[in-house]
Structures are given as C-alpha cells and as structure tokens.
C-alpha cells in the first residue's frame, strides 16, 4: 500500500485524462514491429483453503501467482500467450528478485519475430516489484547482450495507480472464478491445476534467481545521478547504440517528450 500511495502522489488529474485516452492505444496498439507484454501479481491465494470456522485456528501461508500476457488487449487469452509462474511464501519471496527473475527467463525462453523492432512492457508502478532500478537494469542487459539484434528499443510504461486495467487482470478474474467453487483448497498442486487450464506455467523453484542488487550495484549510477526523475517517470525508453551501449530516456508525462536520452552505468562500464 505504501508503495501505491507514495506513486499517487505525482498523478494529477491531468494524468488521468491523458491516461485514459491513450490506454487505448498503448494496450490495444496493432503494429506488426511491436511486441507488448504485461504483467501483474494475482492477489495471494491462502494454503490451505477452508470454510472460515476451519480455518480460524489453522496457521496459513499464501500461494504466489505471477502472470506474463503477450499481446494488446483485444488479444485472446490462451496457453499460447500467457505465462504463469507460481511459488509459496515458504519456498521464496514476493520481491523484486522475484518479479524480474520471471520477466528474465521469458525473455530468456521467447523467440522474436524478425519483424520486431521494440519490446513494449506495460505494468503497475508498484517500487517493491516492478519500478525499480532492477528491472530497468535487466531489460537493459537483456537488450545489450541477449535480444535478437533486429529489437531495437524496449519501452517500459506504468500506468495510472487505479486506472490500470491490464490483460493479465483479465486472466486472473478467470483463475478466480474457478477458485470461488473450490471451497476446499489443501495443497498447491490444486492451485496449479487451475492454472494450467489458463496459461503455460513455471514453477519458480525449477529457475534461476538472481540477486539483481547486487548485480548492478557496481555498475548502474544511483538513481539520483541518472538525467530524469526516477519516481515521477511514467515511462522509460531504452535503446540499443551501434557501440552496444544502452541509452535511458525518461519521461514524466504520458503524452509530452522531453526526449533527452543519457547512460546510467558508472564510468568505464
């Protein structure tokens, strides 16, 4: 919560109006050199799942269901397009090792068309998960050294806190509706069944985590130090140099550019 309401803070009711005009646009956008994901937590399922007079004097822990939705919005939701990933409190985290780990090994494991010049990433604003300087740092080692040399520019979007509507919501609202029936739920293995109806899923023991701190802590600059206002920023560009470096832009609003592109590694990296 603290998170969102530290995000709510920049947005004024100009963002909103913007937002809501373009949304459409960014999530339902067509062009063939586009690729979109977006992606989302579900809310925590509890383990296990029992009628309320049960589970009062039971010790509980919550099942993690993180989903990855390639395509805009009008796009059908099927095995073929999203991705589930699921862990437990008592097996990992929720962070932001987690998260960016995830969108990692689908980068890792997703072939891109030859026609795709940018990756468009759209996702909440959440600081714990998703905007954070880890996930600027993986997306941009992921552009230098790893994306098909055709992929040009990665977009990072983060919509407005509470107006933000997305594929995977879509997704999980389906998960959810099946669960509702299940008024008994004892062990995870239920909980991937219903998964496994809806989206190609990972467990997130079977893959690598990494701790993205530490990896770019010697290399990225301190985000007071980058050329743009890290917390305002509502959407990041990253582009790919013929020198292989990785220039960052920044910008506050949705719909104005200031369009002024800089590194964020320290000197010599």
């Known amino acids: 919560?603290?998170?969102?309401?530290?995000?709510?803070?920049?947005?004024?009711?100009?963002?909103?109006?913007?937002?809501?005009?373009?949304?459409?646009?960014?999530?339902?956008?067509?062009?063939?050199?586009?690729?979109?994901?977006?992606?989302?937590?579900?809310?925590?399922?509890?383990?296990?799942?029992?009628?309320d007079q049960s589970a009062y004097f039971s010790r509980q822990f919550n099942f993690y269901h993180f989903a990855i939705v390639e395509g805009n919005s009008k796009a059908q939701l099927n095995k073929e397009n999203v991705y589930s990933y699921y862990w437990t409190e008592i097996n990992q985290k929720k962070g932001g090792n987690e998260?960016?780990?995830?969108?990692?090994?689908?980068?890792?494991?997703t072939?891109?068309?030859?026609?795709?010049?940018?990756?468009?990433?759209?996702?909440?604003?959440?600081?714990?998960?998703?905007?954070?300087?880890?996930?600027?740092?993986?997306?941009?080692?992921?552009?230098c050294c790893e994306a098909p040399r055709h992929i040009k520019k990665v977009e990072i979007?983060?919509?407005?806190v509470g107006h933000s509507?997305?594929?995977?919501?879509?997704?999980?609202?389906?998960?959810?509706?099946?669960?509702?029936?299940?008024?008994?739920?004892?062990s995870p293995t239920e909980y991937v069944s219903v998964l496994e109806e809806n989206a190609t899923v990972t467990d997130l023991s079977k893959i690598a985590l990494y701790d993205w701190k530490k990896g770019y802590e010697n290399i990225i600059k301190p985000t007071t130090s980058w050329n743009f206002p890290f917390m305002k920023t509502k959407r990041f560009f990253l582009t790919r140099t013929k020198t292989e470096n990785i220039l960052v832009q920044g910008e506050i609003h949705y719909k104005s550019e200031i369009n002024t592109k800089g590194l964020i590694t320290k000197n010599k990296k």
């Open 1 to 51: 919560m603290a998170s969102a309401n530290h995000s709510a803070a920049f947005v004024s009711p100009d963002d909103k109006t913007v937002w809501r005009f373009l949304a459409r646009h960014i999530l339902q956008d067509e062009d063939e050199t586009l690729k979109t994901i977006t992606f989302d937590c579900q809310k925590n399922q509890p383990l296990p799942k029992l009628p």
């Open 99 to 109: 998260i960016i780990s995830a969108v990692y090994h689908y980068l890792q494991q």
């Open 111 to 143: 072939i891109f068309q030859e026609q795709i010049k940018i990756l468009r990433v759209v996702c909440d604003g959440c600081s714990a998960q998703n905007k954070n300087t880890g996930m600027v740092a993986m997306l941009g080692k992921w552009l």
């Open 157 to 160: 979007i983060y919509p407005v």
């Open 165 to 186: 509507f997305i594929p995977p919501d879509r997704v999980f609202a389906k998960i959810e509706k099946t669960i509702r029936k299940k008024e008994v739920v004892t």
